[in-house]
């Protein structure tokens, strides 16, 4: 369904060709400050368009609130927001291609909802994650005035090009210690923070555009400053809820926490976490963190850490041999230009989405705190 | 919360120390022949002490129904199951350890709940999958009835030993058309099925055994004969759910599906899953199936399949320097013996959640189709 | 929350003073013809300012659907709804009065929410009805496409005026069987089905805006040709969510189902409903339908009929003793004119909260019909 | 389904004949005294067989906890609770009447599920409740530690004898103010606290006995020293989710709350609550309590009082004139001895829904005072 959470929760709805597209985000504290600029910029963050190494088309994205919020302050009540489609004509299906576009939504839509919409699969396109992100920016307002909570999503990987993010080096921790949002910025459109390679990806993805193909990559986001206890033993797990965010944004194929994939090849005695007592902050730590932040699923305080796999652009301008609707054999090529690589545009959904979760996770967790501190 | 699904629904309960562990199942279709013959055998698979490779503590794990059941036919109400712990006594903290074990639950569930309980982190015991594998035994019998859809997992890595999971590689893709429970099983304790690397998986957890030590590892699991509409655009696409489920299991560090991260580094053109016309089943399929059977977040038909990574085992008998509660720093060696390698018995877990999303996926979208059914 | 249902799903928003109020509908099938024109005449009817018995504010209430619809057909994605607020300007909390209304929301609100909002209790205005309305019109279609349901609200009680409703007497449940929205509404502005009374009652409401006072009634509603089986066992019963819906429409202090209230003193021999074979429908009725078409929770395939109690509108030009925010007590006297009987408004809104749990019971009620239909 | 609540959340199990009933309770906030007896009384409460007014069998109904606690504290993980079935056998169909029971759940059922079971409407039994209630009684605990929270049910109405429960009558409120749960159990088994109306209760119950048939009632519940701001706008209005609870117990046909149906008579100007300011402590009340303690669906801190019609007990030894499954016409004696009146019983039930309501409601503000209180 469209809904995500339970007390912080965003509902979001529309597709390509339709009037507008946006979400209703209910549980929103009162008292926040919160005007359209607060969300703008991680919109225009995701915004095609801002580099030659994305579309050209120009989506101008401009936020609108329509409820929730007087005199710049929130109210408690929903804040519905709307972003209104520059393309809002559907075209006919006579107009549409017969090929359902490989790897694409078309053909399970048609299975799923027995038509063929003209934005094929419409709910499917990545303009439905707009009201991911301008939900996940007032998230991200409010985890920040609870405890300085700091989202930062980067690229550690291009095709092949791929940045260290071993969670068994030192190194790879002191940059999620210290890397931010405006660093990430800074190191171009690739949005890699290691210098050295950011040029070589820059340079992958426009052989990849040369070949009328795309390629993927992978987004590593960290969130320090996280209150301990949030998520819920057994189903709702912390990173249980951060793999279906994940999961749940398109294009998306593979999510690892701490340690992930690379995790299963080291014994027990070099991956476990000992504790510490840290002086300054006055509590247990860990001296490494290779369980990435969550332990039985509950946040222990330490830098939660993630990668995202995202595969390549499924929309490409090369020839491909594939079938009609009809299952007639034929030869597809889309039309237009194409994204050769969206995965610095993931950046700002990854980020909301982890806004998102923690949000909920932590409005849910502090019922408990309240609840643990009054029963005898 | 301890609670799983919408419509086809489990809720879990209990911990290591306490009179029973079990669950309850909400949903399940009326009339179909349910005994707890049906429920046995994966219980029987998750034991531990099945061989000199898992701890050798025999539990019985002989599952109760309750309800919901009367002479061997579902009634449609809910069927609660417990399985009696056999170790039902508490110790009193005065016996604990004054440890947080590293990189286990004990500190998290001490900071979220404020009580170091006899069990630690009680929820995040390995018990507590048993109500899990309780219910997907129920949910896979239902979905066999359905469309005979099977779901078999299987280890293709234990610690460093990694056997071929390659996605563009055809030969993975006939494994995953061909292989059984039944030849898993038969491929001894390690259940990998690739008879060259099984025995290498064993020496390499006696090697980790014999240093007190213990060692990760990858499940992957395939699903065929899904029907095609499973999945719900957006928040929760197919795959999402299957992270979700995945991620809540304990240990679980990543995963991936189809192309997983692998597939990052291939360009669209390889990447993309052409279609072609199935004579013999009379419909629309792809040639390839690097989507992992999930397109837009809906089954297309192909066989879904997946990977979830394991890491080692937190508790180990090696000596470990770490610090007390009280943040004073110690050694703390974990009393007993210890399973040095849980990714095998991991598999009937990995089933369980996988029966419990395509349950609850296909009842929903079972609606979806009566409703597209009668709309003009 | 702002979220009602499972698989049908509304989630609304607005308030008095911001740009628009309105929805999404989640789950609505694909392929039903669908324009504004469907949802309008709710809207419209719910209005006020449509006769000199209510208050003569004429809101236009356009609706403008935002997505989830492609050349007039439903494409199975969420349905956005807006409907713009002509008084778009919040005042100054300055200009406010510095008295909570009695019996209205400003005093919850600001112990919930802390902060006095432009519209005191911003969500218990009656305008975030409207987003109910706009979703109830869209189950409506869906459901009269399913087995041709058809929901009549109607008003049977204005203050001590009251129509005969009683559960026991044929002659109602004859009105019952034959009346439509059509007749309601040429009953005049009070919507009662009854011509002795609808003078009366018209004079009641007169009498009590000559006063600048207010006055409640009652609303009843029937429900025709709902399929057998909806409403789930113990906390879903169908009742329960219909009572549930009923009481979360603003101003209603009462729900009750067949016999109701009246019910508890007639004796089971009386009250029971006898079984007999209708040879025209073949199948199984009941004689009388004192239930109210549900038993045990579930829909018997008999009218479901219920009334819902609304109190007296609070907002009342004359003058009350009351207290201030601070406690100091004073005399406040609302400015303006006012609905003097809101409940004839009301109807829309009860038959739009009916439409909405009925389509979400039977779309959950048609995935339980496709599993026991494969089960054995 | 059968699970209630979000953050406090109740799941049953069981029907008439299998081997026990019971729930699951998660959510309850770890830390809190528990044993069997905090649970066993309203267990007792709600058995039959405790006066000659109700059904002679002799159920132990003795609760075992399974799970969450130790050292009679519990751990804030899921609390398993169940009650053994004295009569776990399920009898054949061959054995069974071939009469639906009018009233009853089983033709209702054999719709739903397509399945005669043993005891008909399974979850219909008033067994079912018993997870309820000793859900309930957890909740109850929690709630008295937070705030004294008080609930106390009574019986108000047996068939037509009618206890005063006039809401503009100040010697009700007066009663509302001071009624005690021992002091309702010292009115002897009908449960009414006007003791010039229980004795003609009681005749009214065994009239009806002595006639093979039954009779209604209705049971009023007041809730004292309720926090303010629980509830939720919109949909989960306070009062909202209290008619669910109460609409989802068996054989329950109405629900008022505050002024009710006698409240639509009454004009905004004597209906409104006034607001004084209270020395004592120091805050802002209201002078009358019409709303019944929620206004805007959320609390205010006055008494919520709310009234539950109960229909006659469907089960009747009295022959009564119905047709059987196949439609043909017989006639039906119920064998054995009946409860005549079950509306003294429901009081456990009642308090119990009221405080699960309660719980959950309440954790969830909890979460909600916490966000304000951070944001800016």
Chains 1, 2, 3, 4 share one sequence.
Request: proline residues 6%; aromatic residues 6%; hydrophobic residues 35%.
């Amino acid at each position: 369904m469209s809904t995500f959470g339970y007390i912080f929760r965003v509902t979001t709805y529309g597709e390509s060709h339709c009037k507008s597209v946006g979400c209703i985000v209910d549980g929103v504290p009162p008292g926040m400050t919160l005007t359209e600029e607060d969300i703008q910029p991680q919109l225009t963050r995701r915004r095609p368009g801002q580099s030659k190494l994305s579309t050209p088309r120009n989506e101008k994205d401009k936020v609108e609130i329509q409820s929730g919020v007087e005199f710049k302050k929130t109210l408690g009540t929903p804040i519905a927001m709307l972003i209104r489609n520059e393309d809002q004509r559907p075209h006919d299906y006579s107009d549409m291609d017969n090929f359902p576009r490989p790897s694409h939504a078309d053909y399970t839509y048609l299975e799923k909802y027995n038509l063929k919409a003209s934005s094929g699969g419409g709910r499917a396109s990545a303009r439905e994650t707009i009201g991911r992100v301008a939900a996940g920016a007032i998230a991200e307002k409010f985890l920040a005035q609870v405890s300085n909570v700091q989202i930062v999503g980067f690229v550690t990987q291009i095709g092949s090009i791929k940045m260290n993010r071993d969670p068994f080096d030192p190194s790879f921790h002191h940059l999620l210690n210290t890397i931010t949002r405006e660093k990430v910025d800074s190191a171009g459109p690739i949005r890699c923070p290691d210098p050295n390679l950011a040029g070589g990806m820059v340079k992958e993805i426009e052989k990849y555009r040369g070949n009328q193909d795309s390629i993927g990559g992978v987004v590593t986001c960290v969130v320090r400053n996280v209150p301990t206890g949030l998520g819920e033993p057994c189903f709702d797990k912390l990173e249980a809820l951060l793999a279906h965010a994940m999961l749940s944004i398109p294009a998306s194929k593979g999510f690892e926490i701490g340690s992930g994939f690379e995790g299963v090849s080291v014994p027990g005695s070099k991956h476990n976490d000992p504790f510490y007592f840290d002086e300054e902050k006055q509590k247990l730590r860990t001296k490494t963190n290779h369980s990435g932040g969550i332990q039985g699923g509950i946040s222990n305080g330490e830098n939660i850490y993630f990668s995202v796999a995202f595969k390549s652009v499924a929309t490409i301008s090369q020839e491909q041999e594939t079938a009609d609707y009809d299952g007639k054999p034929g030869v597809l090529a889309a039309k237009g230009r194409h994204d050769p690589a969206v995965t610095p545009r993931a950046i700002p959904i990854v980020e909301a989405m982890t806004a998102l979760v923690l949000a909920d996770a932590l409005l849910i967790q502090k019922s408990r705190d309240f609840a643990k501190s009054v029963t005898h």
